[in-house]
Structure formats: structure tokens, C-alpha cells
């Protein structure tokens, strides 16, 4: 017995050794795949984002603006965002609204922004800003604002937008199909879903467990064990997009 455990004991201990090692290399690999997924889908996002500020710089540039001609710039705009998913509006700098392409422009009085521009916006220099998620007055459903502020001479004076409903954003899962077993999710600058790889509409609003905001608010990337928010237990990778400051959570 002490013959045939001296033989059985080393090559079982070097077996469960080997075991572990391709395990956990296995592990690392697919850790590394999910971070790289993450990132590059939070690249995604902001292309998301820089698709509809790049309308706004042009739109902030509008000779009509010039001319104070609010009619023709808000047929300008109508045109660069057909459609009821996406609304573009014009607002002075004390939050009136003077364009709101939700509504004809023979309306009297044109209907609010969805959400107020940031007090920052503009202040140091004329990049673009986007907002968290939040719920329309007008329409209850769930979207996201992006700014710019409309500059001459070298202050702002005036601001304009585009609101956008958010299940746009569910196609950055829709498009890059992800492993079984893998759970995709966009969250905002406070951690809310904007977007998810499965049940995205039903979570939209929901906010990501407490001890991963917590890590949210502590790095721009890394990986943490958590449960999702319907139950299964996972390591999550997280990616901070740099330009939104929205991340992308895979978990595995």
C-alpha cells in the first residue's frame, strides 16, 4: 500500500498541478478576449455619440444663425435628423427654447429641450458633451442628449442638441454577437443601462449592482466578480469609453 501510494500520490498531485495550470491559462485567456471585447465596444459607443456631435458642430456653424433666421434653421435641421428617434433643439443661454424639430416651427411656442445643457458646456473650449440616461416629459421613453455649444468670436451664445431615443444604442450588441455565456451591457457616467446583449429592453433604466459602481467610480478598466442583475454570478470586465464617459461591462 505505501509502495502504491508512493507511486499514485506524485503523479496524482502532478496531474491536479497540470490541471490548475491549463485551467487557469484558460481563464486568463478568456479574461483577455472579454477585456479586448470591452474596449473595443466601448469605442463603439463613442462612435455612437461622435456620429451625432459631428451633425451638431455643422449645425452650430449655420449661417441661418447668423442671419437670426430660426425658420430656416430649423428646416436645416429637420433635415439633418429625420425621423422621430433623434431631435434636434436650440436653446438661448438661459435654457429657453428657440428651435425644437419635435414640432413645426409654426407652432407659437416650440416645446422644451429634453434636458438642460450643462453649465460647463463651452466654458473651456467648444468640444461636445453627452448626457446620462433620462426619461422624456413629453414621451416617457428613456433617451440621451448630446451638446454643443454654438460659438462667434469666441463665446457662446447659444447652445444646441440632439436628443436621441436610447434603444438606438442596442444595436452595438445587435451587431457584434457575443459568445454563449457572455452578458454585454452600456452603462452611463452613473452607472444606469443604456443598452444590453440580453433582455436590454426590460433593463434600460435599471442601475448595475452597488460594489460595481463602485468600481466604475474607481477605474477606467478592470475586472471584478459580481452578479449580474438577473442573478448569475460572473467575472465582469469594464471599459470607461473616453470620449462619453459611458462603459461597457462583459461578463463571463
Same mark, same amino acid.
Given at each position: 500500500?505505501?509502495?502504491?501510494?508512493?507511486?499514485?500520490?506524485?503523479?496524482?498531485?502532478?496531474?491536479?498541478?497540470?490541471?490548475?495550470?491549463?485551467?487557469?491559462?484558460?481563464?486568463?485567456?478568456?479574461?483577455?478576449?472579454?477585456?479586448?471585447?470591452?474596449?473595443?465596444?466601448?469605442?463603439?459607443?463613442?462612435?455612437?455619440?461622435?456620429?451625432?456631435?459631428?451633425?451638431?458642430?455643422?449645425?452650430?456653424?449655420? @449661417? *441661418?444663425?447668423?442671419? #437670426?433666421? +430660426?425658420?430656416?434653421?430649423?428646416? !436645416?435641421?429637420? =433635415?439633418? $435628423?429625420?425621423?422621430?428617434?433623434?431631435?434636434?433643439?436650440?436653446?438661448?443661454?438661459?435654457?429657453?427654447?428657440?428651435?425644437?424639430?419635435?414640432?413645426?416651427?409654426?407652432?407659437?411656442?416650440?416645446?422644451?429641450?429634453?434636458?438642460?445643457?450643462?453649465?460647463?458646456?463651452?466654458?473651456?473650449?467648444?468640444?461636445?458633451?453627452?448626457?446620462?440616461?433620462?426619461?422624456?416629459?413629453?414621451?416617457?421613453?428613456?433617451?440621451?442628449?448630446?451638446?454643443?455649444?454654438?460659438?462667434?468670436?469666441?463665446?457662446?451664445?447659444?447652445?444646441?442638441?440632439?436628443?436621441?431615443?436610447?434603444?438606438?444604442?442596442?444595436?452595438?450588441?445587435?451587431?457584434?454577437?457575443? @459568445? *454563449?455565456?457572455?452578458? #454585454?451591457? +452600456?452603462?452611463?457616467?452613473?452607472? !444606469?443601462?443604456? =443598452?444590453? $446583449?440580453?433582455?436590454?429592453?426590460?433593463?434600460?433604466?435599471?442601475?448595475?449592482?452597488?460594489?460595481?459602481?463602485?468600481?466604475?467610480?474607481?477605474?477606467?478598466?478592470?475586472?471584478?466578480?459580481?452578479?449580474?442583475?438577473?442573478?448569475?454570478?460572473?467575472?465582469?470586465?469594464?471599459?470607461?469609453?473616453?470620449?462619453?464617459?459611458?462603459?461597457?461591462?462583459?461578463?463571463?
Amino acid at each position: 500500500m505505501l509502495l502504491t501510494l508512493g507511486v499514485l500520490l506524485p503523479t496524482s498531485g502532478i496531474s491536479i498541478f497540470a490541471a490548475y495550470t491549463i485551467h487557469d491559462e484558460a481563464r486568463r485567456s478568456l479574461m483577455s478576449a472579454a477585456s479586448e471585447t470591452a474596449r473595443a465596444l466601448s469605442l463603439v459607443a463613442d462612435r455612437e455619440v461622435a456620429y451625432r456631435a459631428g451633425i451638431l458642430r455643422t449645425l452650430a456653424t449655420s @449661417p *441661418a444663425l447668423d442671419r #437670426g433666421d +430660426l425658420r430656416g434653421f430649423h428646416e !436645416q435641421a429637420r =433635415a439633418a $435628423s429625420p425621423g422621430t428617434d433623434n431631435t434636434v433643439a436650440l436653446t438661448d443661454l438661459a435654457g429657453r427654447t428657440l428651435v425644437n424639430t419635435r414640432a413645426p416651427y409654426t407652432l407659437i411656442a416650440p416645446p422644451p429641450a429634453g434636458t438642460s445643457a450643462p453649465p460647463e458646456l463651452g466654458v473651456r473650449d467648444s468640444r461636445p458633451m453627452v448626457s446620462n440616461l433620462y426619461q422624456s416629459a413629453a414621451t416617457k421613453q428613456h433617451k440621451f442628449a448630446v451638446w454643443t455649444p454654438v460659438m462667434r468670436d469666441g463665446r457662446v451664445i447659444m447652445h444646441v442638441s440632439m436628443g436621441s431615443v436610447v434603444s438606438q444604442l442596442q444595436r452595438i450588441f445587435d451587431q457584434q454577437q457575443l @459568445p *454563449a455565456g457572455w452578458t #454585454g451591457t +452600456l452603462v452611463d457616467g452613473q452607472g !444606469q443601462v443604456l =443598452a444590453r $446583449s440580453v433582455d436590454g429592453e426590460q433593463m434600460i433604466g435599471r442601475s448595475a449592482t452597488p460594489d460595481m459602481l463602485a468600481r466604475l467610480r474607481a477605474d477606467t478598466h478592470g475586472m471584478h466578480e459580481t452578479v449580474t442583475l438577473d442573478g448569475t454570478p460572473v467575472f465582469t470586465v469594464f471599459s470607461r469609453a473616453p470620449d462619453s464617459g459611458w462603459s461597457v461591462l462583459i461578463g463571463v
